[in-house]
């Protein structure tokens, strides 16, 4: 079981692309004590590897820990049909995915 959402205190979140298909993404919020660089709502949004799901960044979660302790926040999501996004990949739905993302 994928353990390093829970031990980094990320909250799980859908999103709804435009066609209504639902985004799986997971949101690190920033560590705002001691923070020494930013304590604004900066968010650093992490995307996959070409055929990756974000429960792949559990082997290298030091990047989330890296932006969070610096007070920014971290947003990953998997592409559509990949993990437990809907959908069927395709590149011109993927790139209104992580516009949707950002909103």
Not at 5 to 32: E, N
Not at 72 to 80: D, G, L, Q
Request: proline share 6%; with cysteine.
């Amino acid at each position: 079981k994928n353990v390093f959402p829970v031990r980094l205190g990320a909250r799980q979140t859908w999103i709804s692309a435009s066609d209504g298909t639902s985004i799986d993404t997971l949101f690190f919020p920033a560590k705002r004590e001691n923070a020494p660089l930013f304590s604004d709502n900066r968010t650093m949004l992490m995307c996959c590897p070409n055929g990756g799901v974000y429960e792949f960044a559990m082997y290298q979660c030091h990047w989330v820990s890296f932006y969070t302790e610096q007070g920014i926040n971290v947003m990953m999501f998997n592409y559509r049909g990949y993990g437990r996004s809907q959908g069927k990949p395709a590149p011109a739905k993927l790139k209104d995915d992580g516009e949707r993302v950002v909103e």
